[in-house]
């Protein structure tokens, strides 16, 4: 099965606290990509990063940073020092065929 | 244009009318690609088109939707007959191609379809 996991349904946290969004996956499949997307309140899903299956390299862009582990089908997603314009809900998503899977997202709420 | 332009950005429908939802893609994206968002919810797959032809139309829900594209650009959801449980929003996405792995997807904003 595809399937794409995030169990963190809402995440609240204050300014400038670090804060990682999980992302649990489930593939058959041995190339595979996996993706992050922000869905800020305006509605659109940005696009933030994608890896795939064989490059196992952590990623830093700025304040973002990403954990790919295979042994553990983990894509975890950090955010260091949030600011209030991280507020959004996030979504991690799976290649499958010629579409993506995503989970069902994780809302993050960063107060003043 | 810039970016996926989704039309209209919300509509409100009696139950058992029909709706038409509208995206036009990144120009020269030869991918489209439909997924409902229900309340609190993640992206489901509806359909895609690689060019004007659907190769997968395994996620439409049920036989009241129905999506075509032509010209390899503007797609048209259109809901027939719509029920409650069709209360969503309808994202529109493209892509260079049918690989989401090369180029990852553009959305639009969505439309936010509530049937009362």
């Known amino acids: 099965a595809q399937k794409v996991t995030q169990a963190q349904t809402e995440i609240s946290v204050v300014e400038k606290e670090d804060v990682t969004l999980d992302c649990v996956y489930e593939?058959?499949?041995?190339?595979?990509?996996l993706f992050w997307y922000k869905q800020p309140p305006s509605g659109e899903l940005v696009f933030l990063i994608r890896?795939?299956?064989?490059?196992?390299q952590n990623e830093i862009s700025g304040r973002y940073s990403w954990n790919f582990q295979k042994s553990t089908s983990s894509f975890n997603f950090t955010i260091t020092a949030s600011q209030v314009v991280d507020s959004a809900v996030y979504f991690c998503?799976?290649?499958?065929?010629?579409?993506?899977?995503f989970g069902a997202g994780t809302r993050l709420t960063v107060k003043p | 244009g810039a970016g996926v332009s989704q039309s209209p950005s919300n509509k409100v429908t009696e139950k058992g009318k029909d709706v038409e939802l509208r995206c036009d893609p990144i120009?020269?994206?030869?991918?489209l690609y439909w997924y409902r968002q229900r309340l609190g919810q993640g992206l489901e797959f509806l359909i895609y088109?690689?060019?004007?032809?659907?190769?997968?139309k395994s996620g439409l829900p049920s036989d009241r939707f129905s999506a075509e594209r032509t010209g390899e650009s503007v797609s048209t959801l259109t809901i027939q007959r719509t029920q409650q449980e069709d209360s969503a929003v309808y994202l529109c996405?493209?892509?260079?191609?049918?690989?989401?792995?090369?180029?990852?997807?553009?959305f639009g904003s969505g439309t936010r379809l509530t049937v009362v």
């Open positions: 890896r795939n299956s064989f490059d196992e």
């Open positions: 120009s020269g994206h030869t991918a």
């Open positions: 593939t058959r499949d041995t190339t595979y990509y």
């Open positions: 088109f690689q060019g004007n032809s659907a190769p997968d």
């Open positions: 996405a493209s892509s260079l191609d049918s690989l989401p792995a090369n180029y990852g997807y553009t």
């Open positions: 998503a799976l290649t499958f065929n010629n579409d993506m899977r």
